[in-house]
């Protein structure tokens, strides 16, 4: 019989937790280079949250992380993209079928389900898309969620179809890139959380960081489509209840309102079926190489290891500055 973990109030399968990814993700080298601080005094005030270990090799131990995370993903894209053979071009007929759109009825329609209704959105002297296109960008982002490979990739490739332009515009960002900086975010944050022990025992509610990614993937504003993955995860483990909340904080279940306002998610547990949390792990994975197999149709070259360094904890090794041989040398750090 598994070893069993009993923490607040849940009894858990031990051997039922494991990092996603872990025989192509380094994972340990998360562990091997971070740990979980409480009431660490030696700060003031008093710090609460992740840290790294300073080693002499960390810095090279979390570059080799970025890279391997990277490869992870680039390798999963191109064996994605194997299964779909090129498709004609086409300028008429639907982008997504009638099942999808009474699924998502609050972004999909009648017309921006016809391909002509793409066309002629971009029916300029140039082929582009702009700010009042992101009834669109939301669509891409649907699609991505629900495996559309095949129509994303034939638009990509269509002259007059410029998806590319959907990536990132608007001045917060409503373009589809915002479904890889919420699946990254969460994917790294929740993997991360188990690799330094913080998962099983609930203290991954302790850190700000925890509040601050529930508001980034569940707080509703203008075409925010990449949250749907992120709505259904948190409302199947009972911490989330509004489709709609454009309070940061409203749409949570079980919110102590007594409690010092950066902690007002530490009694949002979202770990206690871990079969649940792995199958969103794996829909975070596969969001991650769609938008990467995305990119390079639309002839985009994702930079991996520049928003992996970005994200929490990995920017507390990698310094913005660090950053940059991302861009210029990542082939010879």
Wanted: one cysteine or more; charged letters at 25%; glycine letters at 4%.
């Amino acid at each position: 019989m598994a070893p069993l973990n009993q923490t607040a109030g849940v009894v858990e399968l031990r051997n039922h937790i494991a990092m996603h990814q872990s025989h192509n993700i380094p994972w340990h080298l998360i562990s091997s280079n971070f740990e979980f601080k409480e009431n660490d005094k030696s700060f003031t005030p008093p710090f609460l949250g992740l840290v790294s270990k300073d080693n002499p090799n960390t810095l090279q131990e979390i570059n080799h992380f970025v890279r391997k995370f990277a490869q992870a993903i680039r390798t999963f894209s191109d064996t994605e993209r194997a299964k779909y053979p090129d498709q004609k071009l086409q300028s008429e007929g639907n982008v997504f079928s009638d099942e999808l759109k009474k699924k998502y009825p609050e972004y999909l329609n009648d017309a921006n389900q016809r391909i002509e209704y793409w066309i002629q959105s971009a029916n300029r002297k140039v082929a582009i898309y702009g700010t009042d296109n992101g009834d669109l960008a939301d669509i891409v982002k649907i699609l991505l969620y629900e495996n559309e490979l095949p129509i994303l990739i034939m638009m990509a490739r269509h002259p007059n179809i410029p998806i590319a332009r959907l990536q990132e515009f608007g001045y917060y960002n409503v373009g589809f890139s915002r479904v890889m900086d919420s699946a990254l975010r969460a994917y790294l944050y929740f993997n991360v959380a188990e690799a330094t022990n913080t998962l099983t025992n609930g203290k991954y509610t302790y850190s700000k960081e925890y509040g601050d990614l529930l508001k980034d993937v569940a707080t509703v504003n203008y075409y925010s489509a990449q949250e749907i993955p992120h709505h259904q995860f948190l409302q199947s483990c009972g911490v989330y209840g509004y489709e709609h909340s454009y309070d940061t904080c409203q749409g949570f279940i079980g919110i102590n309102r007594n409690r010092d306002e950066g902690e007002w998610s530490r009694d949002l547990h979202v770990h206690k079926d871990f079969g649940r949390l792995k199958e969103y792990l794996k829909t975070l994975f596969a969001l991650l190489y769609r938008y990467d197999l995305l990119l390079r149709e639309c002839e985009i070259e994702p930079r991996w290891e520049w928003e992996i360094a970005g994200r929490f904890p990995i920017n507390k090794v990698i310094s913005w500055a660090s950053k940059f041989y991302y861009i210029f040398l990542v082939d010879i750090i």
